[in-house]
């Protein structure tokens, strides 16, 4: 008899708002249209058969509360994205839902990238070991190309003993080779060892998607390689039930609209003659959307797949219940 899949279960956390202008992200937009919307996290637990204690892991950790706490370059960005909402932040979110988890009780966190609205406060997770796409780390010290400068990340954003960047992806290769990864130590990798095998984390192909990594071994996470938002950006499918899959999006897309092939991706002036998105390759992040909705396509029933980004509002309204305490 075939055995049942290992699960995990899944709950949103509010983690801080912000108010994207229309024309910078879909096509056929309203010119004068801003919404205020979530930049959600997730708490994903896994509890591996046999132990006791499930392990915790947060995706995205959304807006700092102290602005002050980011660069200057990163605040000027930050005044065009106004109102820019700070309360709930992930760790509020998290005390005020349960009092059976607080931040010191979270084993792992791991962001889908670096862009403000998504790092948070990692230094309130001090217990924490933090999981980023390869390259990361080189990304927050020395930018990438002319539309992401170095000034627009914090160099000191993650902890380096604590961090873990997964293996490089050969496919996703932006050419130029850079930014590169940066070797886990030893300590950051004996930390996960109670939960986590490094050593057998390798890319493979799965589902429509050309590069997957099983983080805990057991089909329940698949990380996804999903190349074009910016370097190092991943995202999560995660089994909730035997036949119900629940697929992280990040910043695949900041509308859901785009997924379902109803908008295209917005390009506008890049101030440089030239046109870009809000993707660093559009193309890179047209192809990855094309994988989600050929996955999501042939999920035949009763396998389903609930598709979450980061920034959908709508869903934060349809799915209030399902925030911590509730759960996916
Ligand atoms: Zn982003």
């Given amino acids: 008899m075939e055995s049942s899949p290992v699960t995990v279960t899944i709950s949103a956390l509010d983690a801080g708002h912000l108010t994207l202008p229309e024309r910078l992200f879909v096509t056929d937009a309203d010119s004068e249209k801003r919404t205020t919307v979530p930049s959600l996290s997730f708490l994903i637990q896994h509890c591996a058969p046999g132990k006791t204690r499930p392990t915790r892991m947060l995706f995205d950790l959304g807006v700092k509360r102290d602005i002050e706490r980011y660069t200057p370059s990163q605040q000027a960005h930050i005044a065009e994205r106004q109102p820019v909402i700070v309360s709930p932040d992930c760790r509020e979110s998290l005390l005020s839902g349960s009092a059976t988890i607080t931040p010191k009780d979270i084993d792992l966190v791991m962001l889908s990238h670096v862009h403000w609205d998504h790092v948070g406060t990692p230094s309130d997770f001090s217990s924490a070991t933090f999981l980023v796409g390869a390259g990361t780390l080189d990304l927050l010290k020395n930018g990438d190309g002319p539309l992401y400068p170095a000034d627009l990340f914090n160099d000191d954003e993650l902890p380096s003993d604590r961090t873990i960047e997964l293996p490089p992806v050969s496919l ?7 930014p590169q990864r940066t070797r886990p130590s030893d300590s950051a990798l004996a930390r996960i060892a109670p939960y986590l095998d490094a050593d057998i984390w390798t890319w493979r192909p799965r589902f429509t998607f050309s590069s997957t990594l099983d983080l805990f071994g057991d089909g329940s996470v698949t990380v996804i390689d999903t190349p074009g938002h910016l370097h190092g950006h991943v995202n999560l499918l995660c089994q909730v039930a035997n036949s119900k899959y629940v697929y992280l999006g ?3 897309c900041h509308d859901p609209r785009i997924l379902a092939g109803d908008k295209g991706i917005a390009m506008y002036p890049d101030g440089r003659g030239g046109l870009r998105s809000v993707h660093v390759d559009t193309g890179a992040a047209a192809t990855s959307l094309d994988r989600i909705r050929d996955f999501v396509e042939s999920c035949q029933r009763p396998v389903e797949t609930e ?14 219940h399902r925030f911590w305490p509730g759960k996916l």
Avoid: I
């Fill in 307 to 320: 598709v979450v980004v980061a920034h959908d509002g709508a869903w934060r309204e349809r799915n209030k």
């Fill in 250 to 252: 990040g910043d695949c």
């Fill in 172 to 178: 996703s290769g932006v050419g130029s080779g850079r």
